[in-house]
T-cell receptor, first 117, second 115 residues
């Protein structure tokens, strides 16, 4: 079974600064998908960014980018130019290849991000 | 509606009572998932539906938990004889399919408190 570990229960950053959230995972599969979700106080999970394991290029979405190290099984999220609206709980998630495990997500424990003005 | 809708938003129940939680997925989404999020924890998979059938019930914690989906749309998660350890946020998600990169859209969850 796959496991996802987020070793930082809490992180904080000053507005406009950069912060990196860590995530490691364990799997015996060679092809898989990784995601970062954001959960604000409204509780609704919002997809921030996704990465296909077969792609060497790191995914980017505006101020959000990942550092995907497949050999190390590491998938960190970098938030640049942090904004107050980025404050939330962030979850790293793993998904097996298409159709296997029925597409269910395996989540890490989450990291609470605080943004200071 | 445009997104995944869950009701009620909050539910307080007495220990031993039964509760029903409802999920209305995005129209056309065939895959539907239930997850449980205990206080300060990550999300724990409960059950998956493809259409009306549930190929994967492996995450249901006990036989007090059951779920059904009718018409390939609305799903209901039922917890019988609730216990205090059932207190959590129950999140529902839906997606167009189960391909690995398919985005799962989540509802806002139901916060269940068992007193």
């Amino acid at each position: 079974a796959q496991t996802v570990t987020q070793s930082q229960p809490e992180m904080s950053v000053q507005e406009a600064e950069t912060v990196t959230l860590s995530c490691t995972y364990d799997t015996s599969e060679s092809d898989y998908y990784l995601f970062w979700y954001k959960q604000p106080p409204s509780r609704q999970m919002i997809l921030v960014i996704r990465q296909e394991a077969y792609k060497q290029q790191n995914a980017t979405e505006n101020r959000f980018s990942v550092n995907f190290q497949k050999a190390a099984k590491s998938f960190s999220l970098k938030i640049s130019d942090s904004q107050l609206g980025d404050a939330a709980m962030y979850f790293c998630a793993y998904r097996s290849p298409g159709g296997t495990s029925y597409g269910k997500l395996t989540f890490g424990q989450g990291t609470i991000l605080t943004v200071h003005p | 509606g445009a997104g995944v809708s869950q009701s009620p938003s909050n539910k307080v129940t007495e220990k031993g009572k039964d509760v029903e939680l409802r999920c209305d997925p995005i129209s056309g989404h065939t895959a539907l998932y239930w997850y449980r999020q205990s206080l300060g924890q990550g999300l724990e998979f409960l059950i998956y539906f493809q259409g009306n059938s549930a190929p994967d019930k492996s995450g249901l914690p006990s036989d007090r938990f059951s779920a059904e989906r009718t018409g390939g749309s609305v799903s209901t998660l039922t917890i019988q004889r609730t216990q205090q350890e059932d207190s959590a946020v129950y999140l529902c998600a839906s997606s167009l399919g189960v391909r690995g990169n398919t985005e799962a859209f989540f509802g806002q969850g139901t916060r269940l408190t068992v007193v």
